[in-house]
């Protein structure tokens, strides 16, 4: 009976060890399984980085077209708006000086309608000294004096 528990015990002990040492291996594959696990995770945390930094960069570049484009319109919109006023003032200008103009030749118009008359009122009252000096030379001597 001795030899028979002493061969429970020593096939238990076996069996403890074997167990330890299956336990053993086993938490150690464990370990390196969580250890791969991680390592993948870790991998896959910065693929996702980089994929993210990407988009964001990505972004940033359509942002700052969208912006250049926004500032470029605006830039127009101010050129058109000034090129308009310039055109006002331009036109204001321009009916100002025709105005002026026309006042002017209106005047020049005027004195040379008034030279006109002034020479024909002079030249008719020579026409008639001269045709009364003919019939009348009594009279010229009146006019001449």
Request: net charge negative; no cysteine.
């Amino acid at each position: 009976l001795n030899k028979e528990e002493e061969r429970i015990r020593h096939l238990n002990e076996e069996s403890r060890k074997e167990a330890q040492g299956f336990r053993r291996k086993t938490e150690e594959e464990m370990a390196q399984r969580r250890l791969d696990d991680m390592k993948k995770l870790e991998q896959e945390k910065e693929k996702l980085r980089s994929e993210m930094e990407a988009q964001i960069a990505a972004l940033e570049i359509k942002l700052q077209e969208d912006m250049i484009g926004r500032v470029m319109a605006a830039q127009e919109s101010v050129r058109l708006e000034l090129e308009q006023k310039m055109l006002v003032d331009m036109e204001a200008k321009l009916k100002e000086q025709v105005e002026k103009a026309t006042m002017l030749a209106s005047a020049k118009m005027a004195s040379n309608i008034n030279v006109d008359a002034s020479a024909m009122q002079y030249m008719h009252e020579e026409q008639k000294r001269k045709t009364s000096t003919h019939s009348n030379p009594q009279q010229y001597e009146e006019n001449t004096e």
